[in-house]
């Protein structure tokens, strides 16, 4: 950040929020990271400072202040249950790993539970005549083999 006044400001702003945090999380591990964005209320033009925190063992997102669930279920209505919000919170979490890649995630551990989805897929295109599963049997094969390259089998 060029502008040294901003820069103090975003400072004073993030030592605000980590001063909150439990003393449970810790940043220094590596598994929790920090993201804050400066942008500007578009009704009042103000500067503020949005963040959220990124837990990687868990793949969710999380605040230390209340916010609006409308901001995570973007919109989608009959949300009702614990699971629900749960994957929302990890859609959003999978959206920030898109946007900042990082060395955090666990490459094994994912490739695991991909391999689980997809055999699970395929399990049920062959047992049922209407599979909820974007992809055929064929195309299933081929993500298999393919993950199987990726683990070196």
């Known amino acids: 950040m060029r502008d040294g006044s901003r820069r103090v400001r975003m400072d004073k702003f993030i030592k605000e929020l980590l001063g909150r945090m439990p003393p449970a999380l810790e940043l220094r591990s590596g598994d929790i990271e920090l993201v804050v964005e400066s942008t500007r209320r578009s009704d009042t033009g103000l500067r503020v400072y949005r963040y959220y925190f990124v837990n990687h063992p868990n793949r969710l997102l999380f605040w230390l202040d209340k916010?609006?669930?409308?901001?995570?279920?973007?919109?989608?209505?009959?949300?009702?249950?614990?699971?629900?919000?749960?994957?929302?919170?990890?859609?959003?979490?999978?959206?920030?790993?898109?946007?900042?890649?990082?060395?955090?995630?666990?490459?094994?551990?994912?490739?695991?539970?991909?391999?689980?989805?997809?055999?699970?897929?395929?399990?049920?295109?062959?047992?049922?005549?209407?599979?909820?599963?974007?992809?055929?049997?064929?195309?299933?094969?081929?993500?298999?083999?393919?993950?199987?390259?990726?683990?070196?089998?």
Not at 89 to 114: A, F, M, V
Request: hydrophobic fraction near 35%; aromatic fraction near 10%; glycine fraction near 6%.
């Open 67 to 153: 916010i609006s669930t409308e901001i995570i279920f973007d919109g989608v209505e009959g949300v009702e249950r614990w699971s629900h919000i749960k994957y929302a919170i990890e859609h959003q979490y999978w959206q920030h790993c898109e946007l900042y890649p990082s060395d955090n995630l666990r490459g094994t551990q994912l490739l695991k539970t991909l391999k689980e989805i997809v055999v699970h897929a395929s399990a049920e295109t062959i047992t049922t005549d209407l599979s909820l599963s974007p992809f055929d049997g064929d195309e299933l094969s081929k993500i298999l083999d393919l993950i199987d390259r990726f683990q070196g089998k």
